[in-house]
Structures are given as C-alpha cells and as structure tokens.
C-alpha cells in the first residue's frame, strides 16, 4: 500500500473509489480526488501481470502512484466489477482498511472496441451490443449494491455516474441501440440513487466529459498531449477537445463542495461545473464541449472552437 503523511487539501481524511481508474478519464479523476488530499481506491483489470480486453498498456498500478505523488494516498486492487464477488471483497478492503466511503466514482466502461456504428439492431453482432450493456450498466449496479451501504453509513456521500454525453445530448439516438442506452443508462442511475440518497444525505449526479482528449483518442489521431493540435486537420471540432484533468477536477471540486446537494439527480458536463466552481483545464481554457455542438455542429452557427474555450 502507498501512504503519504503530508497530504493536504480540502478532501484530506476522506475516502474514494474510482471504479475504472485504469486510464483516461478515470485515471485523472483518481488523480485529481489525491491532489486534494483523499485516500483513493483505483480499480480496474489491467494490471502490470495482465490486460483486460481493451488491450491497452495503462495499469491501475500507475494510477494509485500518480495519485500518491499528487498527494493523496493510492491504493491500487485489480477489480472485474462484473463479478460481485470481487466487488463484495473490494468494498470489505475498504471497510476493513479505513472504516468509510466518501465518494464513489462509477466510471466502468471499456466498450468502445465493441461499437458498429450506423448498424439496426437486427444486424448488430449480438454478443458486443449485450457485453457493452453488461460493461456500462450492469458493473455499476453492482458496484452500487456494494459500496452504498458503506457510503451512507455518514451523511454527506457523494456518487458520479460517469457517462458520454449530457441527457440533453443523449436525447438524440446516439447510433448503435446498444450503444445508446449504456451511455443514456447511467444518467437515468444517477437519478434513481438521487431519490434513495438524499434520506441519507447522500448526492448523485451523472458527469460527462466533452470531447475527451483520451490516450486511445491521441493514439487514434497520432499525437500526444503536447501536439494534440496537429490532429485539428483531420477533425475540425477536435478544436474544442479537453484533456483528463478537466473532469478530474470537476469531480475534485463536487467531491469538495459542501452544498453539492444542490446538484443531485443533475446530469452535468465538465464544461457546466467549471464555469459553477471556476476552474480550467490544464492549459488554462474552460472548453464548453456541448455548448459547441449545440450551436456549431447541430445548430450551423460559424463560429470558432476558440469561441467556446
């Protein structure tokens, strides 16, 4: 286990599980609960002895040692949140190790290699659309069934059901039926855990990223963090892209926020809580994603990314 004695910040004393912290943006909101002082549980498959299905290199190992260096403490535990044994066994750890759960991150995905876009239901490769269903809705009810009873045991705990898209943007058939209700499936989970939290003074919110500047989404485009711009050539509206840290520390900034009970059942986007609470994105911009779709891409404005940055 890594510790840290020095950590500081308005989440210090509190306890958090990231459930898909392997990579992208729930590596980053793992980061960002540690920069701000809470003890973070990271979850997921792939570890430095084995890759899960996605196939990619990032490890949760990797996760728990950059949220010990932002300050917190990082606490890695390889996890199938599709197998309620290990999820029981996860939530026992935490209860037996730290007695609390302050927040609860569900941000189990890793089904984008399973997508066939612009295919009726009929012809869809049955298998991928009913994993996806397993991977996106069914991890987190899981998940949920096993960390509430922790959560609740104080008042004040906090759920983000992490997702892509607004409800707004999701009102929209988003392609692929499979696909469109596990990304509109969480939004309706944060509603319901809203109504059976708020007795207990718990908070549920469901929480997008815009277009989110990913490690697969760099390598799908060829660049890095330090040249994603490069990639504005191929894709114009990748003009408007937002790194990890963005929803990081949207969630940091709810996580430590004690009049966020105001937000439960909301559906909410990074771009809605950076202007609410103030922060930017690593570079210094507040990228307002849906706003830019709504009005540029769906809507025929001219305007410039720039202009929602």
């Avoid at 290199?57 to 950059?66: F, Q």
């Avoid at 941000?107 to 295919?119: A, N, Y």
């Avoid at 009726?120 to 069934?145: C, F, N, P, Y």
């Avoid at 992490?162 to 009102?171: L, P, S």
Wanted: proline share 4%; charged share 25%; hydrophobic share 40%.
């Amino acid at each position: 286990m890594n510790t840290r004695s020095t950590a500081s910040g308005p989440l210090v004393g509190k306890v958090a599980l990231v459930a898909g912290a392997t990579r992208g943006a729930g590596r980053a909101m793992a980061v960002a609960l540690g920069e701000a002082g809470a003890t973070v549980y990271a979850t997921g498959r792939t570890t430095r002895e084995h890759r899960s299905e996605v196939g990619r290199a990032e490890t949760i190992e990797e996760t728990a040692e950059l949220v010990t260096a932002a300050g917190g403490t990082g606490i890695a535990v390889p996890t199938d949140h599709l197998e309620p044994d290990q999820v029981r066994a996860l939530v026992e750890r935490i209860d037996r190790e730290r007695g609390r759960l302050d927040v609860l991150v569900n941000d189990v995905w890793g089904g984008d290699h399973l997508l066939e876009f612009d295919t009726k239901v009929w012809e869809v490769d049955l298998a991928k659309g009913l994993r996806m269903l397993r991977l996106s809705l069914e991890t987190h009810a899981i998940t949920s069934h096993y960390a509430l009873p922790l959560l609740i045991r104080r008042p004040g705990g906090l759920v983000v059901e992490i997702t892509d898209g607004t409800e707004e943007f999701n009102a929209a058939y988003r392609g692929n039926l499979f696909f469109d209700l596990a990304k509109y499936g969480p939004i309706r989970m944060a509603r319901g855990l809203a109504e059976e939290l708020k007795d207990h003074g718990g908070t549920a919110v469901s929480l997008t990223p815009g277009f989110l500047r990913s490690e697969e989404m760099l390598d799908h485009f060829g660049v890095t963090e330090e040249t994603w711009r490069d990639a504005v050539s191929k894709d114009p509206h990748f003009a408007i892209a937002e790194s990890p840290a963005f929803i990081g520390r949207a969630v940091a900034h709810l996580a430590a926020d004690p009049d966020r009970g105001r937000w439960n059942g909301a559906s909410l986007s990074s771009g809605e809580l950076a202007r609410a609470y103030g922060f930017t994105d690593a570079d210094g911009s507040r990228p307002d994603c849906f706003a830019y779709f709504r009005d540029v891409v769906f809507g025929g404005k001219r305007a410039p990314a720039a202009d929602y940055r």
